[in-house]
C-alpha cells in the first residue's frame, strides 16, 4: 500500500485523551517552573551546571522509560495490514518518544536564557550550551529508540536459552536464579548503555569545554548523533525484522505472565493486599494485578523517590522539592486511569460486580499502595533535615490521601458512573 509518512504516523498515533494531554501539559508546567526557579539569577557558571544535570537526569529516564513508552504497540494490526515502507516504522517510534525530550527541551530553553536582569550578557556563550544540551537530548533519543528497537531478536535468544544458557545455569548453581525474565538481560544492558553512555558523554563534554578549542566541546555529541545515524542507516534493510521481532517479544512479556516461565517472579498474591478492608480486598487485588501487567511501576516509584532524595541533597529550593512531589503524587494516583481500559474493565461487567460507590473506594485503596514509599522517601529527609520539620511530611501525607481520593473518585465518575447515568 502507497501511503505518505505523515498519513501514516497519523493513523497509528491517533488522538491523545484528555488526560493524557491534560497529564503532559501540567508536567511541561511542573518543569518549566522547576527550570524558572534555577535560572533567576542564576551566573553564566551556574547555567551551565544546571544544563549538564538536566542532560545526567535525562539520561536515566529516556533509558528506563523507553521500553515502557513503546512496548506493545497498541495498533500493531493496522501496521501489519498498512505493510507501510520499512523507515516508517522506526519513524513512528521516535514519534512516540518525543515528548520526553521536548519537556526537558523546555528546561533547558529557560535554563540558558531566562535572566531577566542581563538577558543579552554571554548571549553567544549561552546560546552555545543550550544548542549543545539540545543536541545531545536528540541524540541519546535516537540511539535509545534504535537500540531497543533492534532489541527483539537478542531478546528471544535469551529468552529460549540460545544465548546466555551458561550464565543463567551459573546463577541458579550457586543459588541465585534471576527473578526476571532471561529475556529481560539484554534489556539491562541496553538501559545500562544507554544511561551509563549517556552521562560519560556529558562527562567528556564538561572535561572537553575547559580546552581553548571550542569545536571539542561539540565533538561527544556530533559523534553522538552520527553513530547513531550510521547504526540506523546500515539497518536499513531489515527495519521491519526487527520491529516484529521485538513486538513479539515485549507483546509476550508485558501482555502475557505466563511466559515468564515457572522459575519467575509471581504475581501479586492475594495476601499481598491484607491491610485492606476484606469487602474491598478483592476489587483492589485484581486492580493491583492489572495495573502491574500493564505498567510495572515499582522502579519507576524507586527512581522518583531517588530523584527526590537528590533534591534534598542538593539543597534545591523548596518551590522545585514542591513540584516534584506534585508530579510524584499526580502521578501514581493518576494509574488508576488505565483500568478503565475495555479490555480491563468493561463496563457491563465492572457494575455487575460491584456499585460505583464500590469502585471509588477500591480504587482508593490501589492508590495507596505506593503512599508507603512516598512516606518514607520523605520521612528520612525530614528526619536528618534542619529546614524541613514533622509538620511538612503530615502536610504531604493528606495531599495524597486527598488526592487519591479525588481520583478514585473522578475515575469512577467518568467509567462507571457515565455509563449507569446513559443506559440504568
Not at 250 to 260: Q, R, T
Not at 385 to 413: E, H, I
Request: with cysteine.
Amino acid at each position: 500500500m502507497n501511503i505518505s509518512a505523515l498519513t501514516f504516523i497519523r493513523l497509528i498515533s491517533g488522538k491523545s485523551d484528555a488526560i493524557t494531554r491534560t497529564a503532559f501539559f501540567l508536567l511541561l508546567v511542573m518543569a518549566g517552573f522547576a527550570a524558572w526557579q534555577l535560572a533567576d539569577g542564576a551566573t553564566l557558571e551556574q547555567r551551565v551546571v544546571y544544563i549538564r544535570y538536566t542532560c545526567f537526569v535525562f539520561a536515566g529516564v529516556l533509558a528506563f522509560l523507553i521500553p515502557h513508552l513503546l512496548y506493545p504497540e497498541n495498533r500493531l494490526s493496522w501496521i501489519q495490514q498498512l505493510n507501510p515502507p520499512k523507515p516508517y516504522l522506526f519513524a513512528a517510534q521516535i514519534l512516540k518518544l518525543l515528548g520526553l525530550p521536548l519537556v526537558f527541551t523546555l528546561m533547558i530553553l529557560i535554563l540558558g536564557f531566562y535572566d531577566p536582569a542581563a538577558p543579552l550578557d554571554h548571549i553567544e556563550q549561552k546560546s552555545a550550551f543550550v544548542v549543545q544540551g539540545v543536541l545531545f537530548l536528540f541524540g541519546l533519543t535516537l540511539y535509545g529508540a534504535f537500540r531497543f528497537f533492534i532489541i527483539g531478536r537478542r531478546s528471544q535468544q535469551w529468552q529460549e536459552g540460545i544465548r546466555g544458557a551458561g550464565l543463567m545455569d551459573s546463577m541458579k548453581q550457586v543459588g541465585q536464579a534471576p527473578a526476571t525474565p532471561p529475556g529481560m538481560f539484554p534489556s539491562f544492558g541496553a538501559t545500562v548503555a544507554i544511561s551509563g553512555g549517556g552521562m560519560m558523554l556529558v562527562v567528556a563534554q564538561a572535561w572537553l569545554t575547559a580546552y581553548e578549542s571550542a569545536f571539542l566541546a561539540w565533538l561527544p555529541y556530533i559523534l553522538l548523533v552520527l553513530w547513531a545515524a550510521h547504526k540506523i542507516y546500515s539497518e536499513r534493510g531489515v527495519m521491519d525484522q526487527h520491529f516484529y521481532q521485538t513486538q513479539a517479544f515485549y507483546s509476550e512479556l508485558f501482555i502475557n505472565p505466563g511466559a515468564h516461565g515457572a522459575e519467575q517472579r509471581e504475581p501479586v498474591s492475594f495476601d499481598a493486599v491484607y491491610w485492606v478492608p476484606k469487602v474491598w480486598r478483592a476489587p483492589v487485588w485484581a486492580g493491583v494485578l492489572q495495573l502491574d501487567r500493564r505498567l510495572p511501576f515499582g522502579r519507576i516509584m524507586v527512581l522518583m523517590v531517588l530523584f527526590l532524595w537528590f533534591l534534598f541533597y542538593t539543597g534545591m529550593n523548596p518551590e522545585i522539592i514542591i513540584a516534584w512531589l506534585l508530579v510524584m503524587i499526580t502521578g501514581k494516583n493518576a494509574l488508576i486511569y488505565l483500568l478503565t481500559a475495555e479490555n480491563i474493565g468493561p463496563l457491563p461487567f465492572q457494575l455487575t460486580l460491584h456499585s460505583p460507590a464500590q469502585w471509588t473506594r477500591a480504587r482508593f485503596f490501589i492508590n495507596l499502595r505506593w503512599t508507603l514509599p512516598l512516606f518514607l522517601g520523605l520521612f528520612f529527609p525530614v528526619w536528618i533535615s534542619t529546614q524541613y520539620d514533622w509538620s511538612f511530611l503530615l502536610t504531604w501525607m493528606l495531599v495524597d490521601l486527598f488526592v487519591a481520593a479525588l481520583s478514585a473518585w473522578l475515575v469512577t465518575g467518568l467509567h462507571e458512573m457515565k455509563f449507569k447515568k446513559q443506559y440504568a
